[in-house]
């Protein structure tokens, strides 16, 4: 089956803290972007990624860090996590010559920062 | 600037139309979609417009007009389970050789479909 995979899908944990959320598509999409969602914000993206090893700042990108070491996987790091960082977080991929690709999206990872 | 509108919440009834409007105005402009999006789950794609006029899939129907910036969804015969937020992305890359893929969201509309 076609999908995105997060893990963990929840995390709580505290300010400082360094952690990792993960991301992997098999669908072989060159196209990877991590979103956070705030309430009356909308979807933001924080990175995205052409393809591997080629990764670039999106409109939220301080605090985080991300790497593209193989096609399917990028990960989302929070070195020291803030509270203000608490937020529902997605990750997409899609293909990315032409026009018209959908971004697919995974399940989500609602993470709270203490 | 970058600003993509859309009303905050509508109600509907089972049964009936309901026409969800999008406006946008970006630096660039290289296609718009509309997702849907049930509570605490992902976005999942329902339509693409890059010209003007209306694309139909089933139940669903969106219209675009570049000149205007402007874009609607239409569901038609609403069912309970279209109960969601409705989302409107611009994809705004052009510029970058359209490279970037990256999408503009708008806040979303929560639709309430009710008996």
């Known amino acids: 089956e076609a999908q995105v995979t997060q893990n963990p899908r929840y995390l709580i944990t505290v300010t400082g803290k360094k952690l990792t959320v993960t991301c992997s598509q098999n669908m072989n999409h060159e196209y990877m972007s991590w979103y956070r969602q705030d309430p009356g914000l909308g979807l933001r993206q924080i990175y995205y990624s052409m393809n591997v090893e080629v990764t670039d700042k999106g409109d939220v990108p301080e605090g985080y860090k991300v790497s593209r070491k193989e096609k399917r996987n990028f990960p989302l790091i929070l070195e020291s996590p803030s509270p203000n960082q608490t937020s529902l977080y997605f990750c997409a991929s899609s293909l990315n010559r032409g026009t018209g690709h959908e971004q697919f999206f995974g399940p989500g990872t609602r993470l709270t920062v203490l | 600037g970058q600003n993509i509108d859309q009303p905050t919440e509508m109600t509907a009834t089972e049964g009936a139309i309901v026409q969800i409007n999008c406006t946008y105005q970006?630096?660039?402009?290289?296609?718009l979609f509309w997702y849907q999006q049930h509570a605490g789950e992902a976005p999942t794609f329902l339509s693409y417009?890059?010209l003007d006029g209306l694309e139909e899939k089933g139940r669903f129907s969106s219209f675009l007009s570049r000149s205007k910036g402007y874009s609607y969804l239409l569901l038609k015969e609403l069912q309970m389970k279209d109960s969601a937020s409705y989302l409107c992305a611009v994809r705004d890359d052009w510029g970058y050789g359209g490279a970037t893929n990256k999408l503009i969201f708008g806040t979303g509309t929560l639709l309430a479909v009710q008996p």
């Open positions: 417009n890059v």
């Open positions: 970006t630096s660039g402009f290289n296609g």
